[in-house]
């Protein structure tokens, strides 16, 4: 039971954290106001999380494993095509819905140090594998794929930073992203 219990609490917490990172940005929300959204303690707070950075940390963890697995759904199509375009519409919905904190990510999250450098390291890893997984029946050899999946992932990034450090909205701009990196991956 109590395991049940400390994890609602935790769950509270993040949600919490999640919404006012989302909203405000990480840099302009404090604990007090996580905890007094979560409706928890300051003591609950500091027993799940020995700081702000870990529980952002935390957070992008917890984000990250969702829209891996969401991609990896949505990986499921008829061709790579489809396949390709599911999976980028549904990643940039997911980074636009968190507009504040995937800036965080993609711009500020360097000050925290080596623990989220291993983590975004860990994320790119993960990616780069999806796509190549994707590759698979385009008849690359495996450099090529690799050049292509490097391609890929750097091209997104680039594109969610301009996007997110404008007005322009991920998902209103997504299409056309999409079907010309499509033309840079078709064969």
Same mark, same amino acid.
């Not at 799940?48 to 940390?57: A, C, S, W």
């Not at 489809?82 to 549904?90: A, M, N, P, T």
């Not at 450090?165 to 322009?168: E, G, I, P, V, Y």
């Given at each position: 039971?109590?395991?049940?219990?400390?994890?609602?609490?935790?769950?509270?917490?993040?949600?919490?954290?999640?919404?006012?990172?989302?909203?405000?940005?990480y840099h302009y929300t404090n604990v007090d106001e996580i905890v007094e959204d979560s409706n928890t303690s300051k003591g609950a707070f500091y027993f799940?999380?020995?700081?702000?950075?870990?529980?952002?940390?935390k957070l992008?963890?917890?984000?990250?494993?969702?829209?891996?697995? !969401?991609?990896e759904t949505k990986a499921k199509g008829d061709t790579f095509e489809?396949?390709?375009?599911?999976? #980028?519409?549904?990643g940039?919905?997911?980074?636009? !819905?968190?507009?504040e904190l995937t800036k965080f990510i993609f711009i500020e999250a360097f000050s925290l140090g080596p623990q989220f450098e291993e983590q975004r390291f860990s994320v790119r890893k993960k990616l780069e594998k999806l796509f190549c997984n994707m #590759?698979?029946?385009q008849r690359f050899e495996e450099i090529e794929k690799y050049i292509v999946?490097?391609?890929?992932?750097?091209?997104i990034t680039e594109f969610v930073i301009d996007s997110i450090?404008?007005?322009?909205s991920l998902a209103e701009i997504s299409d056309l992203f999409i079907e010309k990196l499509l033309k840079i991956v078709k064969k």
């Open positions: 039971m109590r395991t049940k219990k400390t994890s609602v609490i935790k769950n509270r917490i993040l949600k919490s954290a999640l919404r006012l990172f989302s909203n405000k940005g799940y999380f020995p700081g702000k950075k870990d529980l952002v940390i992008v963890e917890e984000l990250s494993d969702q829209l891996i697995k !969401k991609i489809e396949i390709f375009r599911s999976s #980028l519409k549904e940039f919905r997911i980074l636009d !819905k968190y507009r #590759l698979s029946d999946v490097t391609i890929i992932v750097g091209a450090t404008s007005d322009k």
